[in-house]
């Protein structure tokens, strides 16, 4: 199948500045062909998408969530992380059934793609009726079993069972591996997670450092800080993905120089929770990938990215006192390719380029709060939400189209989650 989508405003994300051109895109089924001025419009092609006063950009890459969690937003806010996860979540939590956990995941995965997310890394239990969400609404998804101490056996199997499944070529889903966070695993359990990893060629999704009464845990129960003790437990050995990453030292910004994979910063999570701030600015001089995530609704209320960005974007400014020390194209950036870079995709996403899939998103931009355009980063950074976007194509396949998702029933989602928030909540 061949598509062709003329008179878009293209925001690729490829290079160190912000380069936009109105050009036309030529898809070759999944793959880019070309990005082109003025493809020639008599093309053979199966469907034409005039996107006439459309800025067309890579989807947007959401590299932290628990997106079986939709069920939690606005429950019992307005708490300290251990506060609200032992006395809120972890209750009902071992309530959840496993339609619960794929309807609960279905709504997250709609609400993502409505506000321009085409990819996202999840983990969680339950993960099988995750994975049939993600199927179902189109998503391009990371996803891993979150393993802690208590539930390691079942855990690993699943892991195993999936990755031979799923880590294939063209897959639009890969499986990592994931061991919770530091002080829920002991150097045992995260050895086991280590040793799968290597084993299934793949990466490993885990917390870090999202809260000084964590490191302080760690220190007392290992005298070292939680990345030291994850790298003599040979995790960077691995592709990594380490959530939050707030309380990190030079020492083991060090360490952390040589990893591949990267941190996903999640601001509004961070901020809800009164967790700390990050700080980015530093581990990007240091050349560590960051990428953007939402974490669960719970702690963050939305999985809107737009609302991320903002967010990641004012407290720079705030922590440093320094109105420049980040720019909203280095904001998109740890929105799409850098996203990418921590999940090691950015040879397939994260940037509009031929050869990539074609995962793209088309922001409305003739609305009174983007006028004028003097600068258009600045205004999908600071300006733009996620119901600006008009329509989602992800692996070359339109998803949403004119704010509708196309072969979804979203009321009927809405439905059955708030069943379940009756029953649990």
């Not at 891993?144 to 880590?167: G, H, Q």
């Not at 600071?382 to 009321?411: C, F, P, T, W």
Request: aromatic share 6%.
């Amino acid at each position: 199948m061949k598509t062709l989508v003329t008179n878009a405003f293209v925001l690729d994300m490829v290079g160190d500045t912000a380069n936009i051109e109105k050009k036309d895109i030529l898809i070759n089924n999944n793959i880019i062909e070309k990005i082109e001025n003025n493809i020639d419009k008599n093309i053979e092609v199966d469907e034409k998408i005039n996107a006439k006063n459309m800025l067309v950009m890579p989807g947007l890459i959401n590299t932290h969530t628990h997106l079986a969690m939709s069920i939690f937003r606005g429950y019992k806010t307005d708490k300290k992380l251990m506060d609200w996860l032992e006395k809120a979540i972890y209750p009902v939590e071992d309530k959840l059934e496993p339609e619960d956990i794929y309807w609960n995941s279905y709504l997250s995965c709609l609400e993502m793609i409505k506000s321009g997310t085409t990819t996202c890394n999840d983990m969680y239990f339950g993960m099988n009726k995750t994975v049939e969400a993600i199927e179902n609404t189109g998503l391009r998804a990371v996803v891993a079993w979150c393993i802690k101490d208590d539930s390691i056996k079942d855990k690993i199997e699943k892991t195993r069972e999936y990755a031979e499944k799923y880590n294939k070529k063209d897959s639009k889903i890969k499986i990592y591996v994931s061991a919770d966070a530091p002080h829920t695993c002991n150097p045992e359990t995260i050895t086991k997670c280590v040793d799968l990893a290597k084993q299934l060629n793949t990466g490993l999704h885990i917390h870090l450092a999202e809260t000084s009464a964590q490191e302080k845990k760690i220190k007392t129960r290992y005298g070292k800080r939680s990345t030291e003790y994850l790298n003599e437990l040979k995790v960077f050995d691995v592709p990594v993905v380490l959530a939050h990453g707030i309380y990190v030292s030079d020492s083991d910004i060090e360490i952390l120089k040589n990893i591949r994979g990267g941190i996903s910063h999640n601001p509004v999570s961070n901020c809800k929770l009164s967790s700390g701030i990050c700080n980015v600015v530093k581990l990007r001089k240091n050349g560590i990938n960051i990428g953007l995530g939402t974490d669960g609704i719970g702690s963050t209320s939305t999985m809107d990215m737009f609302e991320e960005m903002k967010t990641a974007a004012y407290l720079p400014k705030i922590n440093s006192i320094e109105s420049s020390s980040i720019s909203p194209y280095d904001i998109l950036k740890m929105a799409t390719i850098d996203g990418a870079k921590v999940l090691g995709m950015e040879n397939e996403i994260g940037s509009l380029e031929p050869g990539k899939k074609a995962d793209m998103i088309f922001i409305k931009t003739e609305k009174l709060h983007l006028c004028p355009d003097t600068d258009i980063c600045s205004n999908i950074v600071y300006s733009a939400n996620g119901a600006d976007v008009d329509s989602v194509m992800i692996d070359g396949k339109l998803i949403m189209q004119n704010r509708k998702m196309i072969n979804i029933n979203e009321k009927e989602v809405m439905r059955q989650v708030k069943k379940i928030a009756k029953r649990l909540l």
